[in-house]
Every structure is written in C-alpha cells, then in structure tokens.
C-alpha cells in the first residue's frame, strides 16, 4: 500500500473515532549511554491550509507508524533535552525541555509541514515548509515520570495537535520511567471512583488533587472610560463528564491574578467576560425597563482544562434567571451560590457582589441581598433578641428583689 493510500484510509477511520489503530510511539534521546529522555505519546493532528480552489482544506491524520527520532535530537549537555520526531514526506514534530536541580518542564511544541508533500495536502497552493509552534509549560518533579493519558489539545496557528497517552521523564535515573508518577490534572477525578487505570499508578504523586475555595476577584469594565459595571466574585468551575459507563468530576477555581477583565455595556445589556491562559467565562446581564430590574441571563464557559475530542470544550446557556436585582442597586451574597449553567456544568460562586446597570462614580448602589444571606442574618438576629430578652427578665427579677427587701426595712 503506498503511503497516500494509508493517508486516505486513516482520514475515513479517524473520523469514525477507530482511535485503536493509533500506535503509542516511545523515543529514547541519549548522549552516550546516558540517556535524558525518554518519551511515549500518540499525536493527532488537524491542519487547515489553501487549496489552489481559494478554499481552506482541513486535513486530520495521527503520528504515522514511521515516525522515528532525528538525528537533530540533543541532550544539549543534559540540561535542556530536544526531541525531534520526523514522519512522512518531511514533516516533523518537536519537543523542548528544560530541568532545574528539582523539576523539569516541556516547554515548547513545534510542528514543521511540508506542504509540498500532496499525499496529505491535497491541492495545496503553496509549495513551503510550514513551521508553527507553542510554548508550554508542562511540568514535573525530577525522578518522577509526567503521565497524562486523558487527550490534551495544544492549539496553534491552523494547526491542532492533540496528544494522548502521553508519559515522559527528563534525566530517568534508570533506563525505564520511574515508578513514581506526576499525573496530569485531566487524569485526576475529583469526585468519581478511582478507575482500574488509576489504581495501577501507585505510588503516585499528584499535581494538585485538593481543590481549595476560590479566591474572590475584583472585575470592572469601562465604557469611554466610565465605569459601568463593577464585580467582585470567588468563582469555582464544576464539570460533569461521562465517557462510556464512567464518569469524571473536573473542580477548578478561577485564580483572579491571572484573569483578564473584559466586556462591554448599553442602557440593557452588560457582559463580563474573564479569560486566562486556559479557560473564558463570559457573563451576560440584561436589563427590563418595564419591571425595572436587572438578573444574569447567559453564562458561556470554554475551557481547555478537560478534554473534549481535541477541540476546546465550551458551553453556553443564555436562557438563565438568575441574580435578579432593582434597576439602580447592586447584587450581593456571601453564601455560596450555585450556579447551573447545563446539566453538567456549574459555577460555585463565593462572596459575590455585583452592578452591571446604572453605576455612578464607580460606586456600587443601594445592597439588594440573597435570600441565603437573610436567612443567616435571621439566626444572629433570634439569638440576639433571645439574649436581650434574658437580660431583660434578670433586670425585672433584680428590681423586683429589690423592691421586697426594701420593703423589709420599713417594717422594722
Ligand atoms: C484522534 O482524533 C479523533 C477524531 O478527532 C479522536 O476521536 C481521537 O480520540 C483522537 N485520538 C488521539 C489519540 O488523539
Ligand atoms: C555542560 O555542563 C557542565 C556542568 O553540568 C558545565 O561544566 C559545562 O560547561 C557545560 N558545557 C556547555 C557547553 O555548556
Ligand atoms: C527549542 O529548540 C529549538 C531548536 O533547537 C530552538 O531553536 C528553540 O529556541 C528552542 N526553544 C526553547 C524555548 O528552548
Ligand atoms: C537547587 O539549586 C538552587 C540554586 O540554583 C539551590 O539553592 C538549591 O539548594 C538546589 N536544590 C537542591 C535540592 O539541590
Ligand atoms: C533523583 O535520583 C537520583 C538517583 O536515584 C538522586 O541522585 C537525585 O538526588 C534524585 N533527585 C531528586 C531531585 O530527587
Ligand atoms: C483537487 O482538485 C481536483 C481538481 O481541481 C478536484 O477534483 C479534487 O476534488 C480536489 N481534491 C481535494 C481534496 O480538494
Ligand atoms: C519499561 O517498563 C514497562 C512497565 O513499567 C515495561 O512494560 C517495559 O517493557 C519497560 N521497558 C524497558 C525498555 O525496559
Ligand atoms: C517515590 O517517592 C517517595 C516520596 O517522594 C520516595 O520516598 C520513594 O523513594 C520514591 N520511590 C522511588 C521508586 O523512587
Ligand atoms: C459538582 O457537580 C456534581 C453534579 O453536577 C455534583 O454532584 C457535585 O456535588 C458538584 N461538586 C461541587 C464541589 O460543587
Ligand atoms: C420585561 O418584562 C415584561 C414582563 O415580563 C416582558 O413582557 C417584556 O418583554 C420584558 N422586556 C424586555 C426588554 O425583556
Ligand atoms: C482548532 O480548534 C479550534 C477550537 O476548537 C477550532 O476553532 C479550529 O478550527 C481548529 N483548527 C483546526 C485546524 O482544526
Ligand atoms: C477597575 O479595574 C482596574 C484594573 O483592575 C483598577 O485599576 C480600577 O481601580 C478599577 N476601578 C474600580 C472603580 O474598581
């Protein structure tokens, strides 16, 4: 079979989802004997690019099985490992790494495509090398292997790479992985049963199990340099997924020091859209003059914290009534709040405190609460008229004491 047949085959199965013709390829970089990687992983791609017709054509096909390492793989004097993968017609991936005295990181992805090669780009208009790449951060303690079985998308300039099981080490003191792991957070289900591949693991390391409460985040968009909607909110992500008959929680807090604040505001709508290097929520408020008030009608949340076929997972719900507040005041509740955006995706918000309409001098208005912030008031309140009331009928108990044993004395 020639190499395009295999191409066109792959395209077909791979769209069908047969993932099982997918091969996990290991590659072994050594200076001498030593060596200073070791990496296994399986690799999808998604590449659109120009056809002579003027179209963009999309191509999906996984690390074919004569992906081999180049001789352009270095330890580079143990401290900086490059991985280099050629396959087919010219093409290659590549991997950076670094390390310290205690970790070691993957630091860059990058894909160089021969477009010349017309087995995988057909029609293509260009005849280039076409090079883009990503910088990383994936990270792992030394003397510990990196392990990430679940997908991860890396996304890049007309190109989608999606890595599963993924397992590497930077400077392995053996010549096989260490027994010690460093899962990836993808890996980790917060609240299912552990799964069979889980327990095999131990003993494990885990990035970051426990999920802590959220820290709550200052947020503010201008119009012409007016303020026109303040918020401030400790927000927590909780995603329910189900793949076949086992299901997975994902739990993440949105950290505010790495979360850019933006959006935009008129007389009856005002969105609040925060975005960090992996994750966008955007909040839509709208306002009804008639019954003057306001509430959140729509919650989008995309993120590339759990997998989802490669692509990024998002959803949206702009049918939502929540929040709902008079026209010129502002939101408030420090108890938790749930807010459920589909069956499967919430937000757990904290400390919140919110005016999307009618700001003035970048104020918050009159304090409108949450009924669970009332409820809570009601208990100080019942144990404080009790005390008052205690107080009370020791005071009457006392005077009329009192009194009697004054009029004791008089009978003398
Ligand atoms: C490859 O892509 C297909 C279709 O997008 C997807 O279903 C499959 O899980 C991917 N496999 C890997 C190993 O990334
Ligand atoms: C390689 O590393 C050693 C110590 O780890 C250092 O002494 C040497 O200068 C390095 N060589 C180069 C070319 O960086
Ligand atoms: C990754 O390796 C390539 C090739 O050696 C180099 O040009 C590039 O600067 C490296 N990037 C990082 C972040 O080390
Ligand atoms: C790692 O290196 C830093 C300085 O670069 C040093 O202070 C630290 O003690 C080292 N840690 C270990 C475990 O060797
Ligand atoms: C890793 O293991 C080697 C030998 O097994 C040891 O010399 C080294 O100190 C260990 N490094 C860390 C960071 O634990
Ligand atoms: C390539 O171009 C030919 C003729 O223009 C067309 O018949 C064919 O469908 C094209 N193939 C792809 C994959 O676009
Ligand atoms: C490395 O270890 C795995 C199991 O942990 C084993 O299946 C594999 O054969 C080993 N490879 C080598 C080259 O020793
Ligand atoms: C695994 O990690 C633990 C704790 O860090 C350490 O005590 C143990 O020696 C490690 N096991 C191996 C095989 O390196
Ligand atoms: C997350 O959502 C699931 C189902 O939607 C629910 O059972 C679970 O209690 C939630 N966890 C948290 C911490 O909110
Ligand atoms: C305001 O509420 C009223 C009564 O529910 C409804 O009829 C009207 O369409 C709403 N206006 C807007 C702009 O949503
Ligand atoms: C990569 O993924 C993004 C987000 O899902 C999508 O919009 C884009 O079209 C994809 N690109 C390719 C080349 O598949
Ligand atoms: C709005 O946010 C900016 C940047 O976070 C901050 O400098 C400014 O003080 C905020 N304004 C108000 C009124 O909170």
């Known amino acids: 079979m020639s190499l395009s047949a295999s191409y066109r085959l792959l395209t077909p199965l791979l769209l069908l989802g047969f993932v099982q013709v997918i091969l996990t390829k290991r590659f072994e970089v050594k200076d001498g004997t030593k060596i200073c990687l070791l990496a296994e992983f399986s ?50 991936l590549s991997m950076n790494f670094s390390r310290s005295n205690i970790s070691y ?66 400077l392995p003191p053996a010549s096989n992985f260490s027994k010690n ?51 401030e909110m400790a927000l927590q992500i909780n995603i329910s997924q189900k793949t076949g008959n086992k299901s997975t929680t994902k739990i993440f807090n949105i950290n505010p020091h790495e979360i850019s604040a933006s959006g935009n505001c008129s007389n009856d709508q005002a969105t609040l859209q925060l975005t960090d290097a992996s994750t966008t929520l955007i909040f839509q408020f709208v306002a009804n003059a008639t019954l003057s008030n306001f509430y959140l ?13 490669g692509k990024e997972f998002k959803v949206e719900n702009t049918s939502l009534h929540y929040l709902q507040t008079t026209l010129g005041k502002s939101y408030m509740c420090q108890a938790e709040q749930v807010l459920q955006v589909t069956s499967n995706v919430s937000i757990n918000a904290f400390e919140l405190h919110v005016q999307p309409f009618k700001v003035e001098n970048s104020k918050y208005g009159t304090v409108e609460e949450c009924q669970m912030d009332k409820d809570d008031m009601l208990i100080p309140i019942i144990v404080g008229a009790a005390l008052a009331g205690l107080v009370l009928i020791v005071l009457i108990a006392y005077l009329i004491g009192r009194k009697r044993s004054h009029a004791g004395y008089q009978t003398i």
């Open 297 to 309: 009608n729509g919650i989008v949340i995309s993120t590339s914290l759990v997998p989802s076929r």
């Open 43 to 92: 690799a999808n791609f998604s590449v659109s690019y120009d056809t002579t017709a003027k179209k963009q054509g999309i191509v999906l096909f996984s690390l074919p099985d004569d992906a081999h390492k180049s001789s352009k793989s270095s330890c580079n004097n143990m401290t900086a490992p490059l991985l280099v993968v050629s396959f087919g017609n010219g093409h290659s």
């Open 181 to 231: 792991k460093t899962q990836c957070q993808a890996d980790v289900p917060t609240v299912a049963p552990p799964t069979t591949r889980l327990t095999t693991l131990a003993p494990t390391t885990t990035a970051s199990p426990v999920v802590k409460n959220p820290v709550r985040g200052i947020y503010n968009v201008s119009n012409k340099n007016v303020t026109c909607l303040l918020a």
């Open 105 to 170: 990181k993957m630091e860059e992805l990058t894909l160089v495509l021969n477009e010349r090669d017309s087995t995988l780009f057909h029609n293509s208009s260009k005849a280039d090398l076409f090079i883009t790449s990503r910088s990383l951060d994936i990270s792992a303690k030394l003397n510990t292997s990196y392990m990430c079985m679940s997908d991860s998308a890396v996304y890049m300039q007309n190109v989608n790479v999606t890595l599963s099981d993924v397992q590497w080490e930077v």
